[in-house]
């Protein structure tokens, strides 16, 4: 008779369930929705590992994750406060110093400090669909629970490397991921039977700790050549993560484990207190929270299997590539037969492109397209779930009613429009427009759209112009002002783009292009230049010459004098600015116009404002968007500078009341909400 000893260990938090079946102690983790490794996971499993060590009756022990997964990390959460012990890596070494064998149960994404754990278990029964990564790195983090000490024990230096500075989830049923698991089970119902009789099997055999493993270190000439290569690459990059990552891993290698977990700790300290990843951890949450549909979703979502796309333009074909990503089934509506073939020809094209460069497999490929229907627009509507219009002009198609709109710039939408930043098919971020008079479940229809194509949507209240577009005009605004205070383009393209933006604002303005941006004089005071430099006939670099001129094939930027002079002539005398007025200038009136946004309702809150222009505008992930750069900037600082210069256009440059009283209450921008 199998004795069953079921309940709380005394004291233990809820997060642990814990059950003894035939001599094996179960210890389930109950944390959803993804079993973070949160304090009270953390206590509970040492108190239930401390439990199962003295109990008599158990030969074994079986840490699993209860729910859609085992742990899928820390409790990213938990960072921005002190740490509480016990913390991961000390209960990663409890388990890998425990005196019975301990076996992890793998399903779902185990990732992040929840990879580290099933690591510092002895043994891995893991199902077949499971999910493996150390995405530590998108969060200006490496792992820093031993994952860097052990993985490369396990599978070596490249693969290990690979693993952190990607971040990738990857198959753990795949070479030389399945390293990781000594058992693999097909069906989830065999899973846990499966992990029990192995646990059986090594009751006999006792503990194997990963840390006295060495098979990824069998070649350390390859491994001293693969990490100097992985350091010079590491170095490059504006992120501090990856090169520490390097050389935690390359700690592993040289040093004993003790000293090697010593140093990937001292490293994941300062990692975790710097500006950076602050800045992608923040990030992560706001996408999170701009993609929450509204609880007011009148009707309950419906089941998007089948997208009816209309039209046949570069959206429509990008919508339809991004809509077979996605798994849906696509009825592609196009009046015209000629059009229609070639269209379907190019989205065939595209997903042989990306076979060829092995971003899709072949099956996927071809599994994609035989969802792929296209016919006439009315025939492609009937047995569609929801039809996107992406039409255009004197194509444009006869969309039903309750079709939702893929607006094009400055198109002005009725009812909710979707402004998919573009390539529609690579992007991620899609700002959903919802104009006073749509109707109530237009909105929650195409938030669950835009999930459902694994994009992340932002609410804007607008009939036509975006986030992007105003916080945009707000940065060309303020790089004209530092123009009229002195400072050159030039100068300020280059501070701005050492800060880390990819496209600084008049190289921006250049690939734009520069005609018919408006009258020299701008309303509030000061000049748009590009509107002056478009007058002498300089129209952006698609005409070979704009503020800069672009020499030679790849059309590199290069200053022209003549432009100097053309604004010292127009400008005559100015203050002057210093550049390092340039930075916490560029972000006040960014923040500036950000809290204008939310006080008027355009969007719901600020973080919202940094998802659009850090997935649609370039902003560097790692700064946390224009809103998050400014408060780790300093709002103090940034208000002082703004105060601090005298340019005509004063109620551009007048610091907005909710900025001072973030300053005065000391709260962050995660409060700017309308
Ligand atoms: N911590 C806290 N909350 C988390 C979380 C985490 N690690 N992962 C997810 N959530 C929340 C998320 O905010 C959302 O909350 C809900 O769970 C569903 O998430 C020591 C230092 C696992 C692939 O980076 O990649 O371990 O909005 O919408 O699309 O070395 O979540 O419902 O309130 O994303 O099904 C490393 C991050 C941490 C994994 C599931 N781990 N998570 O995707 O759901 S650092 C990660 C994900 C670490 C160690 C280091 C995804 C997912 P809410 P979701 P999903």
Redesign the pocket.
């Known amino acids: 008779m199998t004795e069953r000893v079921t309940g709380e260990v005394q004291a233990m938090a809820e997060a642990i369930h814990y059950d003894v079946t035939d001599g094996v102690a179960v210890l389930s983790i109950c944390h959803p ?2 079993n ?3 304090w009270p996971v953390r206590d509970g499993l040492l108190r239930a590992l401390t439990q199962a060590e003295v109990d008599p009756e158990v030969g074994a022990i079986l840490v699993a994750g209860e729910g ?2 085992f ?9 921005d406060a002190a740490p509480k012990d016990p ?3 000390e209960l990663c070494t409890r388990l890998e110093n425990c005196a019975k064998p301990v076996v992890a149960e793998l399903h ?2 185990v ?6 754990l099933a690591l510092a278990c002895h043994y891995r029964v893991a199902l077949r669909a499971t999910r493996v ?4 790195v ?2 200006g ?7 860097t000490q052990r993985t490369p024990r396990m599978v070596g230096v490249k693969v290990a490397l690979d693993m952190i500075l990607s ?1 990738r ?1 990857l198959p753990i049923d795949r070479p030389p991921y399945s390293t990781f698991a000594d058992l693999l089970v097909a069906a989830p119902n065999d899973l846990r039977s499966a992990a029990l009789s192995f646990c059986h099997d090594v009751m006999a055999k006792g503990p194997r700790p990963s840390r006295d493993r060495q098979e990824g270190f069998a070649d350390p000439v390859a491994t001293q050549t693969e990490l100097r290569s992985r350091a010079e690459e590491a170095s490059e990059g504006p992120e501090n993560a990856p090169r520490e990552a390097v050389a935690a891993v390359e700690a592993a290698f040289l040093l004993p484990f003790e000293a090697g977990c010593a140093f990937e700790e001292a490293a ?1 300290a300062e990692l ?1 207190a710097s500006d950076q990843s602050k800045a992608l951890r923040y990030a ?2 706001a996408e ?2 701009a ?2 549909v509204p609880l007011t979703a009148a009707a309950p979502l419906p089941r998007i299997g089948a997208l009816a796309v209309l039209g046949a333009g570069a959206l429509a074909s990008q919508l339809v590539v991004a809509a077979l990503d996605a798994g849906l089934t696509v009825r592609w509506g196009i009046a015209d037969e000629a059009i229609r073939d070639a269209a379907r020809a190019e989205v065939e094209d595209s997903l042989e492109d990306a076979v060829s460069d092995g971003a899709l497999s072949r099956d996927v490929a071809s599994a994609s397209l035989a969802r792929l229907t296209c016919g006439a627009t009315p025939l492609m509507i009937r047995d569609a779930d929801l039809v996107l219009d992406a039409s255009r002009g004197s194509r444009a198609e006869t969309a039903p009613d309750g079709a939702l709109r893929a607006t094009a710039p400055g198109e002005t939408v009725a009812g909710v429009g979707l402004r998919f930043a573009r390539p529609a098919h690579l992007s991620r971020l899609v700002e959903v427009l919802e104009a006073p008079q749509a109707k109530a479940d237009q909105l929650p229809l195409a938030l669950a759209l835009v999930k459902r194509l694994g994009k992340v949507p932002v609410h804007v209240r607008s009939d036509g112009v975006t986030v992007g577009g105003k916080m945009t005009r707000a940065l060309h605004r303020a790089a004209d002002a530092l123009v009229d205070l002195g400072a050159s383009p030039y100068d300020i393209d280059a501070v701005l783009s050492d800060w880390g933006l990819e496209l600084p604002p008049f190289l921006q303005r250049d690939a734009t292009g520069l005609k018919g941006v408006g009258t020299e004089e701008r309303p509030g005071g000061g000049r748009d230049w590009a509107a002056v430099i478009a007058q002498a006939g300089r129209s952006g670099r698609a005409a070979g010459r704009g503020f800069y001129n672009y020499r030679g094939d790849a059309g590199a930027p290069v200053a022209d004098p003549l432009v100097l002079e053309m604004i010292e002539r127009a400008r005559g005398d100015a203050p002057g600015l210093a550049k390092q007025a340039i930075v916490p200038l560029m972000l006040g009136a960014l923040a500036n116009e950000g809290v204008r946004l939310v006080d008027r309702g355009i969007v719901a809150r600020a973080s919202d404002i940094d998802v659009v222009i850090m997935l649609g505008h370039q902003f560097p992930r790692w700064r946390g968007g224009p809103m998050k750069a400014a408060e780790l900037h300093g709002l103090f600082r940034v208000i002082r500078a703004m105060e601090a210069i005298d340019h005509p256009d004063r109620a551009f440059w007048a610091p907005e009341p909710w900025l001072k009283a973030m300053v005065r209450d000391g709260v962050g921008i995660e409060t700017l909400s309308a």
Not at 111 to 116: D, H, K, R, T, Y
């Open positions: 929705p993804v973070a490794l949160a859609s997964t742990p899928a990390g820390a409790d990213i959460a938990e960072f913390w991961v890596p779902g994404t990732l992040g400090g929840g990879f580290e990564g150390l995405p530590e998108k969060l983090l490496i792992p820093g629970a031993g994952g971040g989830i994941f975790v992560f949450f999170r929270r993609a929450k």
